[in-house]
């Protein structure tokens, strides 16, 4: 069996030395599985480079499993449309707890024009091995246990040198796709820093048995002064808490025990949200206490970003999972009908970088603007009492929270309902 014919499991470098692919996607998450079985489906020879050595069962511990619906119509054509049943995840639909009321628009969906179009709190226990089968099962080749030493650009593509089992080899390939992550090796090689906007909360979080789901499923978030707390509904029966907090808040929070008491505490105090009086913690507390958003350049030295390696930012805006599958999905549609070759790579990655800045980088400039905690009081209050006022509105905030209407539709809906309220009391 060759190579480009072994697809059921790892392959090593030794035995991937002197191959060529159409294209090595370097890194072997979400993003870089979403990419691998784009291109596969496009008919290309496609290698996975995964520093790690993981096994199938390997996932994610550090996520919150939000899926906006804007990613989840992505799910069908990576072969996961299955991701969607009962048993694998659960739909559901936000509800906001605002300084102005609650936004909770009626029926399942976020867009009551498009059936079906929900969340999914899709646990990444499930998701990581089912999108790394996909990508085997489509056609991708995993390298696992390479990591990428050097990268140079020839006339027919690209030279990766590469170190894994049997030592330093090579690897060729007329595309190289970035996908290995916020602390992206590629970006150091390829000169493409992060910018780095600040992130004034922490995270915490914890899965719980014992909590009763809300009505239809919702996940509930509640805005409790700078703070936003969480409840998502998880299959059977269980319940991910989670609590992005003003770093003081939490900073007397002392000890795995101590944190999960204060931790639970602090849910009970807040009456819109789940009970928890017969919570159960299944595991300590996960989470993190810096965690700045990065962005970077979607296209750096003719390598596109993807995922986590093009930007990663406050995870509080939930878009982790979608903003991963999102790049892969624009990538693909970039380079859809072209080339491999010089003119077609050019043109490709010139589509992608204009798909990435008009469709995610503008929500990216929201999201780190919301990471910083300071903020009026008055204004924010006044912003939602127009909110949760105006139910076209509601519809409109919910619609941008999932990722569907772009952040200048929704400042235009706003300006049009703030206008209309100060007019009614004239």
């Keep these: ?67 906006q619906p804007h990613t989840v ?20 639909k936000a509800v906001f707890v605002t300084p102005g009321g609650a936004v909770d628009t009626p029926g399942p969906d976020y867009d009551p024009a498009q059936p079906g179009s929900t969340a999914l709190n899709l646990e990444r226990r499930v998701l990581d091995p089912a999108i790394r089968e996909s990508a085997r099962r489509h056609g991708a080749t995993f390298l696992d246990g390479v ?40 970006a150091g090689l390829l000169d493409n820093p992060a910018e780095s906007r600040p992130n004034e909360r922490v995270a915490l979080f914890g899965y719980f048995t014992g909590i009763e789901a809300p009505a239809l499923n919702r996940s509930i978030f509640v805005m409790n002064d700078r703070d936003l707390a969480c409840s998502y509904p ?18 007397d929070w002392r000890g795995a025990d101590g944190r999960m008491q204060e931790f639970l505490k602090y849910f009970d105090g807040i009456a819109e949200a789940p009970s928890v009086a017969n919570a159960v913690p299944e595991g300590p507390l996960l989470g993190y206490s810096d965690y700045p958003s990065l962005l970077r350049r979607p296209v750096a030295g003719a390598v596109p970003f993807v995922g986590d390696a093009a930007l990663s930012v406050d995870a509080m805006s939930g878009v982790g999972c979608g903003f991963a599958l999102l790049s892969a999905d624009l990538l693909a549609r970039a380079f859809r009908g072209r080339e491999l070759t010089g003119e077609g790579v050019r043109e490709g990655l010139d589509d992608y970088r204009k798909r990435f800045e ?69």
């Design 358 to 426: 008009s469709t995610i980088l503008p929500h990216a400039e929201g999201i780190c603007g919301d990471s910083l905690v300071e903020k009026d009081e008055a204004t924010r209050k006044r912003m939602f009492d127009t909110i949760c006022g105006n139910p076209e509105l509601s519809q409109k905030y919910l619609a941008l929270t999932g990722r569907m209407v772009m952040p200048a539709e929704f400042q235009r809906a706003f300006m049009r309902g703030l206008m209309a309220r100060g007019a009614a009391r004239k």
């Design 73 to 92: 119509a992505l799910l069908g054509p990576l072969g996961l449309a299955h991701l969607r049943e009962p048993g694998n995840s659960v739909a559901t």
């Design 1 to 67: 069996m060759s190579i480009q014919e072994s697809t059921s499991g790892p392959t090593t470098a030794a035995q991937a030395a002197d191959a060529e692919w159409d294209v090595a996607v370097v890194g072997g998450s979400l993003a870089g599985c979403a990419v691998a079985i784009h291109f596969s489906t496009m008919g290309h020879r496609v290698a996975v480079l995964e520093r790690k050595t993981t096994g199938d069962d390997h996932y994610k511990q550090l996520c919150t499993h939000f899926v």
């Design 147 to 186: 990591g990428v030493e050097a990268v140079r650009q020839e006339a027919d593509g690209w030279v990766l040198d590469v170190t894994g089992e049997g030592g330093p080899r090579q690897l060729r390939a007329r595309l190289v796709v970035a996908a290995d992550g916020r602390r992206s090796t590629l």
């Design 234 to 251: 998880l299959v059977d029966g269980r319940t991910e808490l989670v609590l992005f907090a003003d770093k003081a808040r939490v900073a």
